[in-house]
Structures are given as C-alpha cells and as structure tokens.
C-alpha cells in the first residue's frame, strides 16, 4: 500500500482534514480495496512526519463515514462496499440500536457505545402494531392491484390529493401551487438541483449544513455560496450580500431550513422569515425550505412557513414522513408553483417513473386513520424528554466557557467547547471514554468551526443522554486541563 | 389562446409532429394551463392551413402523452397536472384495467377501446393473496423495526445479498462485481447517466427504443448516436462505425437491451451477443445491458447475458422485479464491476438515500417463500398465450405487404404496415374504430419509420387481442383501399 499522501502544510485546510479526504478518496476509488489494512496510527504518522493524535482523527473520520472500521487488537481495516450510509448508518450496526448501541472497539471494555452521531427518529418508538394495522387495511383494500401496477409520476393520486388539500388548508398552497411526491426530502432536492441547477452554478446554502445536500450540489458541479449560522438561523447581512452578487456568483437559489436546522438546531423567527423572503424576492433568487423537521416542534408556538407568509411565488416547500414516522419508507413531498414542479415531475419520471406506492398507501392510511397523529403525540413526548436531558447534560457536565443552541424542537443540539478545543481532534478520546458525536468539521462549508460539534439525541433516552454527555464532559475537561498543563511553560516564560 | 407555431415544411420533421412538440412543449411550460380548451382539429388547421389529419394525429399524441383529453361534444382540452406518465397511464384509466379498458371518447358509443398502447403487466394476473401473504410473513418478522428505519445506499442488505448470490450461482457476477439495488431499471439508468453521461457526450441507443431512455439521456444533455435495430437487434456494421468515432461523437458508452427489446420486441442471437462485446472491447466503450424483460421468456431456449459473456469486466446489468411481479413496488437493481457501482451508490446516495425498504423486504420474501416462482410460471403460460394471439391476429387481419416481429418472450409486437401508410396518421381513425396503439414515431430516434407501430400485448386477453387486431386490421385495410383509390386518378393519366 502507497500512501506517499500529498499534504500542505498552508492553506488553511487541517491536516487530518487532508489525510482524510485523500484516503476516503482512494477508498471510494477502490485504489485501497475491502479488507485492506491501514497502518497502524503511529506508523502512518511515522512515514509522513505529522503527529500521531492527527492521523488518529483522520481514521476516527473515515470510520464515522464507515469507509474503515476498526478491529480490537487488529487494527483499521478498508470496509467491503454496501456499507456505508450519509447518515453514518452502517449494517453491522443493526444488531444494537437505540437502546444498545453496539459495542465499538474503542470503547471500554464491555461497554456500549453511546452515539450522539446519527440523526434519526427512534427505532424504539416504532409503533408497530399501528404499522402492522395499516398494512393489514392497505392490503384488505378492493383497489390493491392498483397499488401494485404502474403508477403516475405525481405520485399515488390518493395521497398526493390528501396532502395538497391539507396544505390548502393550512394556507400553505394556492390556486397556483402544486404537489409532488418523492422518495424523501433527499430526492425532491435532488430533483430541484436537476431543474435548476447547471455545473458551474452558485447555490446559497447554510454554513454548517448536512452533508447529504452538500454532496448532492456539489455532486452536481454547482459551487456553493455559504451563508453563516448563528443560534437564529442565517446571517441575514451575508445572505443580502451573496444574493446581490452579480454572474455567476449570483445564486441560482437558496437552500433555507426553516425550523431546527441539521445541524445547528436553529429555527428562522419570524421576522428573519420576513426579512429572508424579502431579500429573495429583491435578488430573485428562488427559495427551497426543507422542512424535514418542522413537525417535531416539542415547545413554544409553531411559526408560519416562508411558503405561506411568500406571497411571490418564489418558494417551494419540502417535507417529509421520514423523520416523523418510518424512513426506511422514502416518502416526502415538494409544494411550490405548478410550472416548477410540473418541471420536477418531470425529472421524477426520467429518474425513476415513481415513488413506490406500497409505502405511499400504507402512509396515507397510517395519516388517515389517526395512527400518525398517536405516534406524532408520543414522539414530541418522547422528544421534548431527550431534548430537556440534553439541554441538562450540557449545562451540568460540559467545561465552563462551552455554549451550544437551545432548540425546541427536532433532533440536534450545536455544541461548541471553549477554545482552543478542536473537536475533530477529541474524537478518538471521546470513544475510547465511550461516546461518540460528528464533530462539526463534518458540516461546515466555508467556516471553519473546530470547537464545534453536533448532538444527535433524538435516538437516545434520556438516561443515555444524561450518562453520554457525562462522559463526553469528563473527556472535553480533561482536554482543557491538558491544554492548560502543555500552555504553562510559555506562559510563564511572559 | 395565442397558437401561432412556428412550423417548419423542409427538413423531414412531419408537420404533424412539430404540432405536437410545439403544443407539448407549451403544456409543459404552463403556457397552456390545465382545463384550457384546445382549437377544434378543424379550426386549427384553418389557422395553421394545414389538413386537418395532421392536426387530429398531434392531438392523438398528445393525449397518448396524457397531456390532453378529449371529451365527447366538448373538444380537447388540457390536463391537470399529475396525471400524465411514460408509460402512458393516467389515473383516470385506472378504473377500468386489463379486462375492461376504459371506455374513450373516440370509440364507437358504448364499447370500450382495446388498446394495445402500454408495456405494463397484467392486473388481472397479479397473485393478490401471494402478495398479501409475504407482506404478513415481513411484519411478523421480530427485525421490523430495522426495516422501518434508515437504511443502506446500496439496498436492505438481505435482499442486496440473495441477489449478488443467485448471480454468482448463474455465472453472472464475479467477484469482482458488486450489486446495487435501484428503483427499478429507469433508476439505474438514470444513475448511470448522471455517473458516466456529461452534457454533450454522445450515447449510442437503439433506434427505435422506448422513450423513457430517451428522455433520461437528452433530459442530462446527452446526444444520441443511433444505432438501427433489426428482427436480430443492433445493426452490428453501423454499431462498430459508431463506436469506432472519435473525440466528442465517440459513445461514452452503449446502452443495449439484450432480450424482447422495448418496442422491437427483438432479441441478439448469441453470435451478434459476442460481436457486439467484441466491438465495444475493441472501441473501449462500456456497456448497459438493459435486461427488465429477459425473464419474461415464453418459448426457446435462454440466451446467456452479455453481462455473462464478457470476461473483459466492461458491462453493467440492469435487472427488475417491474415486469415479472409488481410495477407499482419500485425495485430493481444494476450488477457490475465494483469500481462502478460503488460510484452508482454514491450518486443514489445523493438522489434519495436508497430504496423503498418495505418493497424490498415484501419482494425478497415473495422470492424466498417460492411465490415468486408459481407466480413467473403463471405470468409465463399467459404470457405465451398472449403472445400468440398477437403473432396469429397480424397474420389474419393484416393487410397483405404488413410484417412483425416474432418475439419469443416480452411484452411487445413491432409492426409495419405496407407502404405508403402512416401509423400516426391512422391513429384517430383506429381509436374511433376502438382500437388503440402507439405509433412508431413514437419511439424512432433518426431513422422515420412512418408505417411502424408497437403492439403491447401482455394486459391484454386473447380474446381482446384478436378482437381488437380484427378492427386494426380493418381500418388498416380500409386505409389501403382509400390511398390507392385517391391514387387511381394519377394511374389513368400514364
């Protein structure tokens, strides 16, 4: 194995960050093959002259990407294919979910590993009776065989009408608007990106956001034009200046999430909803609002969508039943003016004639028959739970100076130690302690935020949040004193 | 309602097929909006000054695109969105399926149109009780939950693994292939585009081919080389001068479909199997083997994949349940060589996370518990059944001079009327006759084959397929007699 990587020592980018995306690059190659071996940390160090804690990040990021995974006594070893997930989900991993996170290599001996890392509802909350209950009506249905045949690329009529009235209802649609069911939020972004966006193209878009439309828009060559996060979602000054920009590096759109964003957990007030719209419309910038999150609202009032309070037109809605209820049943929708998505149903039809209508008929009768709004009810229960122990965890256990966003709703809570704590860097650590996060070098675009990282809670209970955030505090503080004990020297050289 | 089009008499596009782009086109946009009504065939050949048949055949496509729909004494009039397809179905038409097509404006009052116009399986053949009994066997399964959950890139990996092992057992797979599970062939065509295909490459398609692959390859800018089909598949002499071109005309890669080909019906004998290898090995050009209807075989002996006879590693195998079991539960999968599908499960990662995973369980079971085999022998003595009626009505009810292939397996009939008939033309006629198909115009690519049509046989019963070829051949002859009666007058004047 060749691994003579090419690395710079300026330019800003971190060297584990570099050591990182050159092997994940020759894995996803196939140049270093499944069941290869890594060196082992020390050695690779070795033969590129950089520290060994640096290389030691750059593995703990290709196993968060399942790309490696580590064997006790062994070593890191390349992953055969079909095994990795955007969402840090791998197969072995099923054996222990949620409330037995499997055990990792590097975790103390006999103890499970407790992941924060993962952004998905809880495998435990699963109604499955009601699930079993709604198939069961799918399946007694006198139209089954039409369920089964060929289908529209609209989506499955019955659901597609259902969601259309629903959002009329709630003045989220007009006269002039239309529906279009997706495999997930995933693939209606996709389909957005297809229509409208060229290779070369600038695409506005949160900075930290989720890699999974990070690696779509730049999958298809666009550049993108990163718009800061605070604890209120964007940077409305950068936002009026990037849409103003002039050519090419005028955005062809926005990307917005509008509630408990992935990663930060912000949500848009309303006035920055206003304020949003408005500097849009001016620039004429179309507006995409990903609300994958927005029904997971555990407290305070829910806000109007920038696709109801846009009276121009300009905005197109994504939602989905994922997080809410079943992902593993892609299913979502796109609201916006029907010219767009007669275009996106369009590309619907070329990329895969339609979404799958078992799943759609099974979700329709799930909603329709009142199960969902069960489910929904002991989800946000569930949720507000998890999010209160991870709101407790932090303020009890992590080091003074750390501060981290205070959602009320959704999954993830940003989290950003004092400095000069480097997140990426206290990985390894955290997991051999016994938990383990994505540090927030894994979402940023432009802005480097090394003390960040993102808490995903929503799969955890509250007793695991509350031991997790425990063990993560231990590790972060001893860092800090560590930090303190190697600054000493030159302090006292003042 | 402004239709001043811009129609073009030198340059070989028929008047009648620019009417129908440019009315398409305008639909699409929006420009027509949904419940407008269209001119009467009469009145827009006055304003265009063109004859009225040409008019009557660019509505006939239109509303075979389900962009329009004709009502009895009211004229022709825009869709709503969300009720168009590919595959040319609308919900409307769902309500009488298979055994009783839904009655059309055009067809005598009272009787119902036979229309041979859809590849698609049939309704009345899908094992209803089968299909409900896997689905119990899945939700009794204590793993669920997982499959409830977010899931893999590359497939819910039971499934992911039968099938790798059932290719390995057949020959198919080496170990150095890899399998990824897709949303049916559409969407493993549509990843292999967006992996290999950059705006402006050129793609070497059979002409005719079904415009779903069409539309996917312009739909990402790619150009199409055209490569005629015959009784036997690809023209290999015009296949080896267009894979043997140079800078941007060389095919970035061949797009084959080795069995029952959609529309010809065609298969490649395994001599032109070998030479069509041979001549992509010799150019470098990847192959697609497009395979969603090569188990759907009635009669002779199965012919290895071209998947099976390359031992140089260059050809991908795209596979479905879509026309075997369900059309409406989307999966299907592409077997290749590693590197590239693990570039395929990147891409899918980008376009929606992975596939449906209620289907794939529901299916794999189907498979499992042996259903899906009495289900095959059921589809296949139908099949065999249907087919022959189609192959015994053209050769009752066809004018003199007509000829059709010969299929031994698939869903479809290629047809040629004698010279000088077009089929596009005849269209209107035969539907008010109650008879539908769709033109070959339909689906040709450079080479105009006015007198083709393509007969898709499989939803329909004998009964109805001879019925319905009894009108076609009526209406076809009647056409005969006119054109050579209005010929009469020019043969006196020798």
């Known amino acids: ?21 050159q092997l994940a690059s020759r894995i996803r190659s196939g140049e270093l093959g499944p069941g290869e071996r890594l060196p082992a940390t020390r050695e690779l160090a070795g033969l590129l002259g950089l520290n060994r804690a640096t290389i030691s990040t750059a593995y703990e990021l290709l196993e968060a990407d399942h790309l490696i995974s580590g064997q006790v006594g062994r070593g890191s070893f390349v992953r055969a294919v079909g095994e990795a997930t955007e969402a840090g989900f791998t197969w072995e991993q099923r054996e222990g979910q949620d409330a037995r996170p499997a055990a990792r290599a590097g975790g103390p001996a006999g103890q499970a590993e407790i992941s924060f890392a993962v952004s998905r509802p809880s495998r435990d909350l699963f109604p499955l009776d009601d699930f079993r209950a709604s198939c069961a009506a799918v399946l007694a249905r006198q139209d089954l065989a039409d369920i089964l045949q060929l289908g529209c690329p609209g989506g499955y009529e019955p659901l597609r009408r259902v969601l259309l009235e629903q ?29 409208l966006v060229r290779p070369g193209d600038t ?10 439309l990070h690696n779509l828009l730049t999958g298809i060559g666009a550049r993108l034009a990163a718009i800061p996060m605070g604890p209120d979602g964007l940077d409305l000054a950068v936002l009026e200046r990037v849409l103003r920009a002039a050519g090419g590096a005028k955005p062809r759109l926005l990307v917005v999430t ?24 001016t620039a004429g910038v179309p507006v995409v609002e990903n609300d994958a999150y927005g029904e997971l609202r555990y407290s305070g009032e829910p806000l109007p969508a920038l696709k109801q309070l846009d009276e121009s037109g300009g905005t197109v809605l994504l939602r989905s039943f994922s ?77 003074a100076g750390t501060r981290f966003t205070h959602p009320e709703g959704g999954m993830n809570v940003w989290l950003r130690l004092p400095e000069p704590m480097n997140t990426a860097e206290l990985l390894p650590r955290a997991r051999k302690e016994g938990v383990g996060y994505l540090p927030g070098s894994y979402f940023t675009i432009a802005r480097p935020d090394p003390g960040a990282l993102r808490l ?31 600054f000493e020297p030159a302090s006292a050289m003042v």
Chains 1, 2 share one sequence.
Not at 258 to 275: D, E, H, I, K, V
Request: hydrophobic content about 40%; aromatic content about 4%.
């Open 1 to 21: 194995m060749d691994l003579r990587l090419k690395l710079k020592h300026e330019g800003g980018v971190p060297l584990y960050r570099q050591v990182y995306e």
């Open 258 to 281: 509008s509630n408990f964003q992935n990663p930060t957990g912000a949500t848009l007030p309303l006035a920055a909803r206003r304020a949003v719209l408005e500097i849009a419309r």
């Open 203 to 212: 695409v506005a878009v949160e900075d930290p956001v989720y890699p999974g």
């Open 323 to 399: 997080k809410i209820s079943f992902p593993g049943l892609r299913v979502g929708w796109a609201l916006g003016p029907k010219a767009l998505i007669d275009r996106l149903r369009q590309a619907k039809e070329a990329a895969d004639l339609h979404t799958d209508q078992l799943s759609q008929a099974v979700l329709l009768e799930f909603m329709e028959s009142g199960r969902l709004d069960s489910h929904r009810a002991r989800v946000l229960r569930a949720g507000a739970e998890r999010l209160a122990a991870t709101l407790e965890g932090c303020r009890r256990h992590m080091p």
């Open 167 to 195: 959002a009329r209802r709630e003045h989220l649609a007009s006269a002039a608007d239309d529906l279009l069911i997706t495999n997930g939020c995933q693939q209606a972004l996709d389909l957005i990106g297809r229509v």
């Open 456 to 486: 995903s809670f929503a799969s955890l209970t509250p007793e695991q949040i509350g031991r997790g955030l425990e063990l993560l505090g231990r590790v972060a503080s001893a860092e800090e004193e560590r930090a303190a004990a190697e």
